[in-house]
């Protein structure tokens, strides 16, 4: 009886038990995405923003020695992630580049910063990314409106 309930006191103060049939994500601050999926959160100008959508594919450029090398994620009804950085890049090995988030055709934000100073960063997984997009103006992103706060998210191609 008290081995029990040590367990049960020990189980709901240190990891909650299970996940709730939800696929839990082990890196503090990260979203979790389902298959199919880019999710995000963040603020812009004060205002907090958050969102998940459906893919529609993607193109990854991954070796790339005479140029930067790039990610694009669609979505379903349009829109699109993007990134580029230099070097190739290891799955699981945060890496600085710039990013672009437009989600104008969801009624969502079209913001990113520019490719002269990556301050964003990207982590490849092998069936998707984590990301960090920092320093954000609305589009065009080199010369467009700063805009305060930063989104990070994720997506996780379909199998």
Sequence with gaps: MIRTISTTLFCLLWIGCGTGGQEENTDAGLLTCQAGELAYQGTMDGQAVEGRIGLAGHALTN???DSLCSLRVYFEGGGRLEFEWEGTLPNDT???ASGSLNLEVHDGP???NCS????SEITLESNG???V???LSTAPYCSGT???G???GCAKYAL
């Design 133 to 135: 997009l920092r320093e």
């Design 94 to 96: 945060p890496r600085a």
């Design 116 to 119: 002269t100073h990556p301050t």
């Design 150 to 152: 930063q989104l990070e």
């Design 63 to 65: 070796v790339c020695e």
């Design 110 to 112: 079209n913001v990113g």
């Design 146 to 148: 700063a805009v305060s």
């Design 129 to 131: 990314l984590h990301f």
